[in-house]
């Protein structure tokens, strides 16, 4: 069974960066994609960024791009989402997701 356990979110002020973490368990990480959702309060979850079993190839969600960037260490079965210039917008809780299982989340929360 997949389990994935995301870390690393905090309060950061708008125009900050955070990394996010999704750690991985149950399954041969180097064989599976990975990709990262968010849902803010009252917002339907939608997904972010995505990265093949190699990490690379990586493709990104229009309001995110240029701006997020994802990867992968596949020696300690992780996978990373790192943000920078944040905006109120980028708030919410993030979730790592691959083969259909997903993390609990982690919460960004962005001050303007």
Do not use: H
């Amino acid at each position: 069974q997949v389990q994935l356990v995301e870390s690393g979110g905090d309060l950061v002020q708008s125009g900050g960066s955070l990394r996010l973490s999704c750690a991985a368990s149950g399954v041969a990480f180097g064989s599976v994609s990975m990709s990262w959702y968010r849902q803010a309060p009252g917002k339907e979850r939608e997904w972010v960024a995505r990265i093949n079993k190699t990490g690379g190839t990586t493709t990104y969600a229009d309001p995110v791009k240029g701006r997020f960037t994802i990867s992968r260490d596949n020696a300690k079965n992780i996978v990373y989402l790192e943000m920078n210039s944040l905006k109120p917008g980028d708030a919410g809780v993030y979730y790592c997701t691959s083969l259909g299982s997903w993390g609990r989340g982690t919460q960004v929360t962005v001050s303007s």
